[in-house]
């Protein structure tokens, strides 16, 4: 059910490693879960999944995944998990996610992601977990994008650069846990964070 592959080029003429490897997982027609952390797998080496149906889980933590490939991968109908934190994530091909249709949880933590990239994540319509944490061009302005994750119950925004009038804007939303932007509140801001979110996990940053 789960294959971890980790291949990393030591020397030039060992390039796309990874990506060579990729074709032959797909004779594992059952394959559910697969970790390609810290990888050279690229977009081009994502394309060889195509056959691999069942997967409901990709892991390319600290991969070369700009995201490019998912404009391809509709066919992965039954992927539910996705983590491309720490890799090269192109604002603009986040948009391919929505080609995804049973993608509920992400993690794009310290990708880079503008404004942008958080609108383009609306077009996944089950999205329920996000962890974007650690890209501090998250702002105020991507909160009304946020706020059309009408799904999302679990939010991870450490390091991010949301003001508290933005963080408590997203009361809209029924989280149930949501992590917070600064490492420092003070006393009067965190009860006024609380009084937002009653009945939610707050994870205080440290």
């Known amino acids: 059910d789960c294959i971890q592959l980790q291949l990393i080029t030591l020397e030039d003429s060992e390039d796309?490693?990874?990506?060579?490897?990729?074709?032959?997982?797909?004779?594992?027609?059952?394959?559910?879960?697969?970790?390609?952390?810290?990888?050279?797998?690229?977009?081009?080496?994502?394309?060889?999944?195509?056959?691999?149906?069942?997967?409901?889980?990709?892991?390319?933590?600290?991969?070369?995944?700009s995201g490019s490939c998912f404009k391809d991968l509709g066919s992965l109908t039954k992927l539910t998990n996705l983590n491309l934190s720490s890799g090269p994530v192109n604002?603009?091909?986040?948009?391919?996610?929505?080609?995804?249709?049973?993608?509920?949880?992400l993690a794009i933590c310290r990708s880079g992601i503008t404004p942008e990239g958080v609108k383009n994540l609306t077009g996944c319509p089950k999205l329920e977990i996000l962890d974007a944490s650690r890209n501090?061009?998250?702002?105020?302005?991507?909160?009304?994008?946020?706020?059309?994750?009408?799904?999302?119950?679990?939010?991870?925004?450490?390091?991010?650069?949301?003001?508290?009038?933005?963080?408590?804007?997203?009361?809209?939303?029924?989280?149930?846990?949501i992590g917070t932007p600064k490492s420092a509140y003070s006393k009067q801001e965190k009860a006024s964070i609380q009084a937002a979110f009653p009945g939610c996990t707050i994870l205080w940053h440290r």
């Open 16 to 65: 796309n490693l990874c990506n060579a490897a990729l074709p032959h997982i797909t004779h594992f027609s059952g394959l559910r879960t697969l970790f390609l952390d810290r990888s050279d797998v690229t977009d081009q080496g994502m394309l060889k999944l195509k056959p691999l149906k069942n997967l409901e889980s990709i892991s390319a933590f600290m991969g070369q995944v």
């Open 91 to 105: 604002n603009s091909d986040l948009r391919y996610l929505s080609n995804l249709p049973a993608l509920k949880k």
């Open 136 to 177: 501090p061009k998250i702002n105020d302005s991507c909160v009304k994008y946020l706020q059309n994750m009408k799904h999302l119950h679990t939010l991870y925004i450490f390091d991010t650069s949301i003001s508290v009038a933005g963080l408590e804007a997203l009361k809209s939303l029924k989280l149930k846990c």
